[in-house]
């Protein structure tokens, strides 16, 4: 997996809690959408996930372009672990 694949698989599951976290948002969405997401500032990235996404769209169907403009920081959600060291 190359680093744009690897962005664009960490911006879909970013999307995806986004969306279950602000279900007024899936509204917007056109049904049967190809969504292409974009990050705000990544202009590599930005052009290949455009080319991939419009190259996977079916003839007929709406194209979605989701602008990311920001994104929190990074942290785990685990609330208790354990280790066992040998």
């Known amino acids: ?4 694949e690897k ?10 809690r986004y ?16 969504v292409i997401l ?3 500032g990544d ?3 930005n052009k290949w ?3 991939i996404g419009e ?8 194209l979605l372009y989701v602008t990311i403009k920001k994104l929190g920081p990074a942290h785990s ?3 208790e672990l354990s280790l066992k060291a040998e």
């Not at 997996?1 to 744009?4: D, V």
């Not at 962005?7 to 599951?13: C, H, T, V, Y």
């Not at 190259?55 to 709406?62: G, K, L, R, Y």
């Open 19 to 34: 969306l279950r976290e602000h279900p007024e948002f899936t509204d917007k969405i056109p049904e049967n959408a190809q």
């Open 43 to 45: 202009e590599e990235f």
């Open 1 to 4: 997996m190359n680093t744009n």
């Open 77 to 79: 959600r685990i609330e």
């Open 55 to 62: 190259e996977q769209s079916a003839h007929d169907q709406p």
């Open 49 to 51: 996930s455009a080319r």
């Open 38 to 40: 974009l990050l705000e």
């Open 7 to 16: 962005r664009n698989s960490l911006l879909g599951m970013e999307f995806d």
